[in-house]
């Protein structure tokens, strides 16, 4: 069992930055593949990111490969989401989840979630 919770959210500009962090509480954080994922106004779940158990593998939606960096602190049991060049499509509520195995785009991989933090871009 792992509880996540996420932080950083906020407004900003279109072309602005914004750091996301999930932190996690229960054991073995670094067994479990994290991935960000987010959730826009009267849309499904969007896979963002993920990143290994042990950080040494990646995968970004094709929407923010090159934009968004996912990494991992282990020691700190929390993971990251660094955006930049932020655009308005960009503006959803964005979800921590933790799951097993390979990195998966599927939400149903993932076991645990957080309760959300919004991102809001304006254009």
């Known amino acids: 069992q792992v509880q996540l919770v996420e932080s950083g959210g906020g407004l900003v500009q279109a072309g602005g930055s914004l750091s996301l962090s999930c932190a996690a509480s229960g054991r073995s954080f670094s067994n479990y593949v994290m991935a960000w994922f987010r959730q826009a106004p009267g849309k499904g779940h969007q896979f963002v990111a993920a990143?290994?158990?042990?950080?040494?593998?990646?995968g970004y939606a094709d929407s923010v490969k090159g934009r968004f960096t996912i990494s991992r602190d282990n020691a700190k049991n929390t993971v990251y989401l660094q955006m930049n060049s932020l655009k308005s499509e960009d503006t959803a509520v964005y979800y921590c989840?933790?799951?097993?195995?390979?990195?998966?785009?599927?939400?149903?991989?993932?076991?645990?979630w957080g309760q959300g933090t919004q991102v809001s871009v304006s254009s």
């Open positions: 990143i290994s158990g042990d950080g040494s593998r990646t």
């Open positions: 989840a933790a799951g097993w195995g390979e990195i998966q785009i599927t939400r149903h991989e993932y076991s645990f």
